[in-house]
């Protein structure tokens, strides 16, 4: 079964405006009062830019947020894959230090037989 189409109604810069979307009611409004918190924001800044001018704006504006925010993920995925392989790297050389340690121990432990044997002979 498909998702189903809901239609919302939003406003934008005091203009409603109904979307179909396959979110939800909330979901869109969200999305809607970040959008119109951009339009707003911009014609602030400049009352004499018409709503296509501002709309314009306020889309290149998001588009560089998105872009940078894209950028930072690419770079954080990055770190992630790095200090995965380096754990990996480090829990390997755990692993490899414990079967040392085991083979120390019972080097130690044939070492005390031995001692243990030379004193009996004593």
Do not use: C, P
Not at 48 to 73: C, G, H, P, W, Y
Request: aromatic residues 4%.
């Amino acid at each position: 079964m498909g998702e189903k189409t809901v239609k919302t109604t939003i406003r934008l810069l005091g203009n409603d405006y109904t979307i179909a979307s396959n979110e939800t009611e909330e979901y869109v409004h969200r999305v809607a009062f970040y959008v119109d918190k951009k339009l707003s924001e911009i014609t602030s800044r400049n009352s004499r830019l018409s709503t296509n001018m501002a709309a314009i704006l306020a889309s290149v504006n998001i588009a560089d947020e998105l872009f940078k925010s894209q950028t930072l993920l690419e770079e954080k995925t990055q770190e992630i894959k790095t200090l995965e392989e380096k754990n990996t790297e480090e829990n390997k050389r755990i692993t490899d230090l414990k079967k040392d340690n085991d083979i120390l121990r019972q080097e130690i432990q044939r070492l005390k037989i031995d001692i243990a044997k030379l004193e009996v002979k004593k």
